[in-house]
């Protein structure tokens, strides 16, 4: 209503946002199944590895417009006054503001592997239980954010181990109720880590 409108210095108005990301993952998994018992009380074993390996390069580049020399100081007139070719590097200034922190590389590596077994004692109940072990790492390398020419790189590094139980109750001939109790690990993402700003 006043007809006025912001510099866009201290905002995000006015700026151009360019980014570019590669991301590369390998992975592969091989699982093997061995009945011990068959019948009516059956016993199977079951084994697996899993792998992925990433990779990932991350670079961004900032630009906005500002005034130059206090052109448009009051900015009393509509942007399509403002931005036009003929004010472009007389009264308008285009700059870049990247920042060192605008790009990282990072990687992360996961390798496990799972024992399990699965077994019926007897006609009602079926008993799943098992571990997977993981062994887990990941790195990142870019700038510190409060001094912008200093590399930084950080790695954390991780082992667990994860059990799982499973108890399966045949209620009926069509339905059965199952008590799972497991434990799972949350790790952070490679975006968690960067000291890039979105």
């Known amino acids: 209503t006043t007809g006025r409108f912001w510099d866009g210095t201290p905002t995000l108005s006015g700026q151009h946002f360019f980014a570019a990301q590669s991301d590369r993952s390998i992975g592969g998994a091989l699982d093997i199944a061995q009945p011990i018992v068959e019948g009516p009380r059956p016993l199977k074993a079951k084994a697996g590895f899993f792998v992925q390996v990433r990779e990932r390069t991350f670079d961004a580049r ?3 417009f500002r005034p130059l020399n206090g052109h448009f100081g009051d900015y009393g ?8 070719d003929a004010n472009i590097g007389t009264k308008v ?12 590389v990072a990687s992360q ?8 077994g699965d077994w019926t004692p007897v006609s009602w109940l079926r008993l799943i239980g098992g571990a997977r072990v993981e062994s887990w790492a990941q790195t990142l390398e870019s700038y510190d954010r409060f001094l912008p020419d200093t590399r930084v790189a950080s790695s954390q590094s991780s082992f667990d181990v994860l059990p799982a139980l499973s108890l399966v109750f045949k209620t009926t001939r069509d339905s059965n109720v199952r008590a799972s109790i497991s434990q799972t690990v949350a790790r952070p993402q490679l975006r968690e880590l960067a000291p890039f700003l979105f």
């Open 62 to 64: 900032r630009f906005h």
């Open 77 to 84: 007139v509509p942007p399509d006054q403002i931005f036009t």
């Open 93 to 104: 200034d285009f700059k870049e503001w990247t920042q060192n922190t605008d790009s990282y």
């Open 109 to 116: 590596d996961l390798y496990a592997g799972y024992l399990m």
